[in-house]
């Protein structure tokens, strides 16, 4: 059985490093974390098993998330589903709307609260699918926003990087409710 032959690290192309850091918007890809500061470009298959330079195989982390992933603190099957979702994500939203996603995510179970002229920040999610907009008691001016079920499963799913929860909020076939549960 022949074995592929370990690669050499080597210093990564800029143009590789600006890809995976546009990416990730400058941050860090753990959605529960997102920090700025510093970042390391992590390997997903790491080199010395035969993982390449390329941006498919790297994500953006910091410091502290990287180390907590090399010391099995995270599990590394999490990072597949931070990258899965930056790049599903980031090609189908700004990153002012993968933003506003997490925040509504964090007010959960409270709802946010726009004026008539703000909901245009939020069309895209209302148009996937992933955030309702409810009439305000107020009058018509104001609207309640909130996660539909989907984009909270969806949100949960990424904050946990659990591929099954993934899976099931996309409503993959192949997922069943028992996957998810631990």
Not at 4 to 23: D, I
Not at 36 to 49: E, P
Not at 130 to 135: A, E, F, T
Request: hydrophobic share 45%.
């Amino acid at each position: 059985m022949a074995t592929r032959k370990a690669q050499e690290r080597k210093r990564l192309p800029l143009s590789v490093v600006t890809t995976v850091l546009t990416e990730s918007g400058y941050r860090c890809a753990v959605p529960t974390c997102r920090g700025i500061l510093a970042l390391d470009m992590h390997h997903i298959w790491q080199v010395s098993a035969g993982g390449g330079d390329e941006a498919a195989n790297l994500i953006a982390l910091c410091p502290t998330c990287h180390a907590l992933l090399h010391r099995g603190t995270m599990a590394a099957d999490s990072i597949y589903v931070y990258k899965a979702m930056l790049v599903a994500l980031s090609n189908a939203f700004d990153f002012g709307t993968i933003d506003l996603l997490l925040l509504l995510r964090k007010l959960a179970p409270e709802y946010f609260l726009v004026s008539s002229d703000g909901l245009i920040q939020f069309a895209r999610l209302v148009s996937a699918g992933l955030v309702q907009v409810v009439p305000h008691k107020g009058g018509r001016f104001y609207h309640r926003l909130n996660l539909t079920d989907k984009g909270a499963h969806l949100v949960a799913a990424w904050e946990a990087g659990d591929r099954s929860r993934l899976a099931q909020a996309l409503g993959e076939p192949s997922a069943s409710p028992a996957d998810s549960e631990a």
